[in-house]
């Protein structure tokens, strides 16, 4: 059964954490979970795009230039926005995700294209909020191998990949898994942006705080031995040279005991025993019985921690008339400096060859 408690308003929770956030003047940091679910009001929502149309740079052309701004103006942000993100990338959530709720969304939006390569998400004033708030996470990048190689990639339904296991893909579920889970350079977070909703589109997150609820613990130490191993996405073999390699085998569970980093993938991993491959089929089970489910609205940010929860997406049914569901999609690092190595000059996309 699916849970929705996590993702609902709880605006006194927040307050709370922010009161423990200024107990101590030099120290902002909260020792409680934020939570998931943060509306603005309209003072907060208006500040946040004063500060979003200082930016002028566009992320997909100039995207070094763009992240630079999206930084700067971030120290505009309202104290209290500040505080409630900074403490997710802090602590983290019950349900691995923050969703802030009601910022501007362009009111001459153009239509859903049917396709990502045009990027049309990324003109938008909505785009440039989104971006302040993600670097206050960490810094933006692009992979060359995901989305044509954009900051702010356009997440749409796509008629021609409609039954695919991508981000384009609509009338099959997307199943459970972490933000290229086969990847040493994967993203810290991924962040969601809606221009446009669809009631019937919910996306799942799971977290590894959950997750441990539901195991035993003979089964939470399994989890911890790399016993399972991952194929390399579709979409990104075309761009590395061995794109049939199989990569690990690493575990499923790592990192502290109450506050676990999960790797998850329904599609491309396996267990390299029969054991642990059972031991996966339970570990999906216990997603689909007790995931939690957000279905984005108009004016969304929902920001997933990559390290601390999987997830997934419903399926759903486009109407392909350009109302469709059109989600601005982007990734975060926490640190940039540990990829100097692997990004093109822009400095702000891994090359395709480390995927």
């Given amino acids: ?16 954490c922010l009161r423990a956030a200024r107990s101590k003047e030099s120290d902002i940091t909260v020792h409680e979970l934020q939570s998931s679910l943060f ?18 740079a566009h992320p997909n052309e100039s995207p070094d230039d763009f992240g630079r701004q999206a930084l700067a103006a971030a120290f505009s942000l309202p104290e209290e926005v500040r505080a409630a993100v900074l403490n997710f ?24 294209p049917l396709d990502n390569k045009s990027g049309l998400g990324a003109r938008t004033v909505f785009a440039k909020e ?15 191998a995901e989305g044509n190689g954009h900051l702010i990639q356009d997440m749409v339904p796509n008629p021609k990949l409609a039954v695919t296991q991508q981000s384009q893909g609509s009338k099959v579920e ?13 993203p810290d977070y991924v962040i969601l942006g809606a221009l446009r909703g669809d009631e019937n589109a919910k996306t799942y997150a799971f977290s590894g705080r959950k997750l441990v609820q539901h195991m035993s613990a003979e089964d939470v130490a399994k989890l911890r031995q790399p016993l399972w191993a ?5 979409s990104f073999q075309p761009y590395i040279p061995s794109p049939d390699a199989v990569r690990g085998p690493f575990p499923i569970l790592t990192g502290p005991e109450d506050d676990p980093y999960i790797l998850v993938d329904q599609d491309l991993m396996h267990g390299i025993t029969a054991e642990a491959q059972r031991l996966l089929g339970r570990v999906v089970e216990t997603y689909i019985e007790n995931r939690d489910a957000h279905v984005l609205q108009p004016g969304d ?3 997933l921690d990559n390290l601390r929860a999987m997830h997934g997406r419903s399926m759903y049914t486009p109407r392909f008339d350009g109302k469709d569901r059109f989600i601005a999609r982007g990734f975060v690092v926490r640190d ?8 093109l000059e822009d400095r702000r996309t891994l090359a395709a060859v480390h995927s």
């Fill in 174 to 186: 997307l199943e459970a898994h972490t933000e290229q889970c086969f990847s040493d350079f994967k």
């Fill in 230 to 234: 991952t194929t390399i996405d579709e």
């Fill in 336 to 343: 940039r400096r540990k990829l100097w190595p692997q990004l």
């Fill in 130 to 144: 989104m971006a302040m708030l993600a670097h206050l996470l960490g810094s933006m990048v692009a992979y060359e």
């Fill in 39 to 56: 509306t603005l009001d309209s003072a907060n929502a208006e500040a946040i795009r004063t500060a979003a149309e200082r930016i002028t």
């Fill in 301 to 303: 940010l929902l920001m």
């Fill in 1 to 16: 059964m699916e849970t929705k408690s996590a993702i609902a308003p709880a605006k006194s929770q927040s307050s709370h």
């Fill in 89 to 112: 990338a802090e602590v983290g959530s019950e349900a691995g995700i923050m969703v802030v709720r009601g910022l501007y969304v362009d009111e001459d939006l153009s239509d859903t």
